[in-house]
């Protein structure tokens, strides 16, 4: 029998998962602010949904996990959050769901692809997307929504914002030819990794001349303000400036100074049709951004395919590196108070059920270890305070509530909840 | 391409999600007070390690979704909580983990089994273990705990409470002979569902003799005080005796006048060795059980088989029935205000946010929608306020706030978001 864990499979032990649950919490509550509703869809897919038109190309069907049930059916397993999303909406609109619809889903997805650092096959994805809205006013609601989100986790962040028409007007202004364009933009979002050279000569590899590079680097430089100035009329370019400014006009006016003008952001799959954006650590404890999304029109629309527009914009936020830097900023007790009975079984359980009620993390001594021992463990847990509870105790009415970090004791009359509940979350 | 659920799933849409997050919140929120803590494990399992001596016998291997990973390794989904939990612990014990270790998981399930009604093959386990402790003072913490849970969820309920040992020293006593142990007790708890002819009836098949099983029934009938009074010297019995003693002692110092000694109350499984509960609701809307729980002090002992003894007690809440019973009393509201921007998207924007800030839950039409078109998404919603933002109350700086289930307008300056708040949350 083995007992391990599959390859690319981890288990979220305590100390992670009170930062991942606080995390879940925070996002949850403030993606309900902004009117998203909660989803849950099922793990288990048809092979044949997994595998119809949008997906991610040919590329992600080869890390799917395909499995046959009794019934001799062929199943996978979800590889994201966007097949359901799609799945659900072609299922019940204008039943259990109206357009637009705004709805968020945490939860796990799995591909059998490479296990690198940081890259898992079983893992989360948390997914706010609204179906059903086009323009910009939307794009900047989520952005506020990201802004506020990371606020509230006590992350500093910077957000790239980009819109693929204008990316594309760009390559196009430069006389790259029009094949080679999902290249360029593949190469171009690796910038900030591989620097301008780098992706000037993966480039040059494709026979794009110099000249043309230069061009398009040039134009990489380029502000907001610099696009009513730029003497480029090619339609990409065109629509692309006009939905960029209208959001930065909603971006400066609702005092978004988080986001910044990128005008090299592609944001990898080719499934974007406008803005994209990028968040990014401020203090890049981690590098890789913690989260992204921007619009895309066409992916639901063709999917469903019933003749209607399913214009959608969705953000991700990437739950393992959001914890990995909440985990060493946060130092979590697990427990606010430990009650070690002596003789005083039930007195010690009814006190522990009275803080409860108030709110109060309590954990009881039940293995009749020596004090000593029991303290020690206290101490290991970084439980903030003790309370020793013994037949003393109860015949004076009183008792002591050790201060574990300041190594002192407070005595308080036992009946005294309020009194004590005081002591405790002070 | 199969735009549809896969047979025995289904998703959890908005309406239903939103009362299984309160469910969630309410429970995870009451286990944290008792000193539990969060855990997530892996749902990709080795199918050696499900198929491995614990399980449910060889019966549930039959329903384990088995498939293989790129590297020909033969892997399952977790058809329980409880192997991950050993698993764990296994792996874990005395470096991440210490013993006692108390521990919550919610988390799905899959069993390719009969699709009935109620029963799902993707589904949700909530388990809350405590593993390293014996004795009854941890089987009385737990029940308060359920009652404590219970009572928050806002239903009542009763608890049917047992020992394994005394259920078999009645069988015993009676003079079943002990191959057709397991038998009887299986057939005896069904007696709730199918009455004591039933089981009679059922029992009769396997040749018991009448007087043996109208022995067994008047045992049945048996309350706890009458258990010092039985003329009745196997061990089973003395041991179960002191054992459900001394919790019924713990329970009526606590007050848990929820429970009630029911001599019959097997629970299922082999796996229990002690004491056992199960869960029933007041108002019999579900009439099985909510959930239930009990002492395993075998399994995962022989599980690690590591010669340590690991004595264990769990519960299960059955977030499926709970949320059938809550679904239908809760009217939830899913927004709180909606704003309809006219010609006002930035200051209706700033004001949302203003308002989000402080915990108000804001959706804004960004259709634009007809007024009444956007009045009656509102109502059909159950939206509670809505705010029409013209031109007109940004001149005035007056808005007026429309009471959808009074039909009454109430005036508020547009910057007062104290006021504006306190009357969207009274």
């Given amino acids: 029998m083995k007992l391990m864990n599959v390859k690319g499979t981890n288990d979220s032990l305590p100390n992670n998962e009170i930062v991942k649950r606080k995390v879940i919490n925070t996002l949850t509550d403030t993606f309900e602010k902004f009117g998203y509703l909660p989803l849950d869809t099922s793990i288990l897919c ?41 799945k659900v909406i072609s299922m019940n609109a204008g039943r259990e769901i109206n357009l637009p619809f705004k709805r968020y889903e945490i939860g796990k997805v799995f591909r059998d692809g490479p296990v690198k650092t940081g890259r898992a096959r079983e893992f989360y994805q948390c997914d706010v997307d609204v179906c059903g809205i086009s323009g910009s006013y939307i794009e900047a609601e989520m952005l506020s929504m990201t802004s506020l989100a990371y606020k509230k986790l006590g992350i500093d962040i910077y957000i790239e914002v980009n819109n693929r028409k204008l990316l594309e007007g760009f390559i196009i202004e430069s006389g790259i030819s029009d094949e080679l364009k999902s290249k360029v933009i593949l190469s171009v979002d690796k910038l ?55 959001l930065f006009n909603y971006i400066n006016d609702l005092n978004l100074i988080e986001c910044r003008f990128t005008p090299y952001l592609a944001r990898g799959l080719e499934i974007y049709t406008g803005t994209v954006w990028e968040v990014f650590d401020e203090k890049q404890r981690i590098t890789c951004a913690l989260g992204g999304g921007g619009r895309y029109d066409k992916i639901i629309t063709n999917f469903i395919d019933d003749g209607n527009t399913y214009p959608s914009v969705g953000i991700s936020f990437g739950i393992v590196p959001i914890c990995s830097i909440l985990e060493d900023i946060e130092n979590n007790s697990l427990y606010d108070l430990l009650i070690i009975p ?67 004791n407070i005595k308080v009359n036992i009946d005294d909840i309020e009194e004590i509940c005081k002591i405790i979350k002070r």
Same sequence: chains 1, 2.
Avoid at 58 to 79: A, F, H, N, W
Avoid at 200 to 206: A, G, Q, R, T
Avoid at 345 to 374: C, D, F, T, W, Y
Wanted: hydrophobic share 35%.
């Fill in 46 to 86: 048809y092979y044949d949904l997994l595998a119809s038109k949008y997906s991610g190309g040919s590329e992600i069907l080869k890390e799917v996990y395909t499995l046959k049930d009794q019934g001799e059916r062929k199943l996978g397993l979800r590889y994201d959050l966007t097949i359901p999303f799609a």
């Fill in 192 to 246: 900030a990794k591989i620097g301008e050279n780098g992706v000037k000569e993966e480039l040059s590899s494709f026979n794009i001349e110099e000249e043309k590079l230069d061009k398009l680097f040039s134009y990489f430089k380029c502000t907001i303000n610099d696009l009513d100035n730029m003497n480029i009329t090619n339609e990409y370019f065109i629509e692309g400036r006009e939905e960029i400014k209208e």
């Fill in 342 to 408: 002596m003789n005083t079984n039930i007195v010690s359980l009814k006190l522990a059920n009275k803080l409860r009620e108030k709110g109060v993390k309590v954990i009881i001594e039940m293995n009749n270890r020596k004090i000593k021992k029991a303290l020690e463990s206290a101490d290991k847990n970084n439980i903030p305070y003790v309370i020793v509870l013994g037949e003393n105790e109860i015949d004076s009415n009183t008792i002591e509530i050790k201060d574990m970090i300041h190594s002192s």
